[in-house]
């Protein structure tokens, strides 16, 4: 995408102008986890395998005018160590990674289809099952084949059925050795980013995707991370039956593995009258919750809290703790949206994301734990969730910042493309081998 969705909500959450409700009194949650509780990383495909050449961000990076502030290049070469980075979550002391499929790297022009990229997702799945790490796997995580994006990207009425195409051939060489799918990646916020962001920011993606269409020589070129939409309304339209088209997809070849769809979610609280948190709720998630009752389960991926009154956000508390953006960080919100998203669906709940992007890596070994007893909580309270992946395994590209933002549970060098544990990967790790909180 063409701002980090992450750091983007974020940001927002400077606006308002009223004093922030208290956070809840906890109440001790039972320290042990289910048995089979998946504790995992996650990374995405664009983000840290490098040379992706096929994909519209590439172009996106590499063409003039561009926001991006620097192109991905080489990202963490993941392509090449994959094993490498295996074998760190493995060492962390997970059970589980979570890692996207390139559709742009499988389907690299319409209607052909590459074994040997094939192959190599296939290769890393069983490199999974061979160290003990259940395989999440998202099917699509922003980045669409330039092809796809020079037909119009997700505007294009046919585009729910080239990604189930795309699934179906996928699924077919891949799906034996999945242990949970998802569709797409936090496609909930298409078309509502625009609305947080400054007006130069839209204009600057309006540009960019402006020079990608003549770079391509096509009339529109719609990213699958863009900013800028032309029209939002056939876009969500489209990434919905898309998702559904998928998902059946998927589950033609193997009824049996469960698939679902990661919405990107605010932990949304109420304060005073007529708060606008319902109304925005239905804005951010609504369709997409609804559409998920029909799923497996449903990816939860938070980052922030939203307090809201009958004005807007309210502002954060002047000593709270802040992530690089600027924005709180904030403990509860995990388990305050996994709450509302179990609430809204019915179904069990797999947290695909969570972290903090801060080069102080203290506030990340501070959030896990504080983080996980109040999701643990929750547990206790009925809610089911079977699994927690923090975002991310190793420091990568965050999109139009760049490598500027770190996210990971390792440091990485860019020059030798050596991986480093912080202090905040062994935090997780003693909660995750112990499987509970500690």
Known sequence: MELDRRSLI??????????????????KPSPAFPQGFLWGSATAAHQVEGNNVNADAWLMENVKPTTFVEPSGDAANSFELWQTDLDLVKSLGLNTYRFSLEWARIEPEPGLFSIAMLDHYKAMIEGCRARGLHPIVTFNHFTTPRWFAGRGGWHNPEAPALFARYCDRAARHLAEGIGH???????????????????????QDKAMLKACARAMGVERFSAGSALHIDDPKSFRAHQLEGHKQGRAAIKAVRGDLPVGVSLAMMDDQAVGRNSLRDAM??????????????????????????????????????????????????????????????????????????GVGSDDDSIRAWLIPNALRELKLAMDQGVPVHGYCHWSLIDNFEWVFGYGIHFGLCTLDRTTFKRTPKPSAMVLKRIAEANALV
């Not at 797409?184 to 204009?203: H, I, Q, R, V």
């Open 281 to 354: 709720r239905e804005r951010y998630y609504g369709e997409w919750l609804r559409a998920a009752r029909g799923d497996d389960f449903i990816g939860v991926q938070n980052y922030e809290r939203k307090v809201w009154n009958d004005k807007g956000v309210v502002p954060a508390p002047a000593d709270a703790r802040r992530n690089k953006m600027g924005a709180e960080v904030w403990p509860g919100s995990l388990a305050g949206a996994v709450r509302y998203a179990h609430e809204a669906t019915g179904i069990p709940v797999i947290v695909t994301e969570h």
């Open 10 to 27: 974020a940001g927002a959450a400077a606006l308002g102008a009223a004093p922030l409700v208290a956070q809840a009194k906890a109440t």
């Open 181 to 203: 799918a998802t569709t797409l990646n936090e496609p909930n916020l298409a078309g509502l980013l625009a609305e947080l962001l400054p007006g130069d920011l839209l204009a």
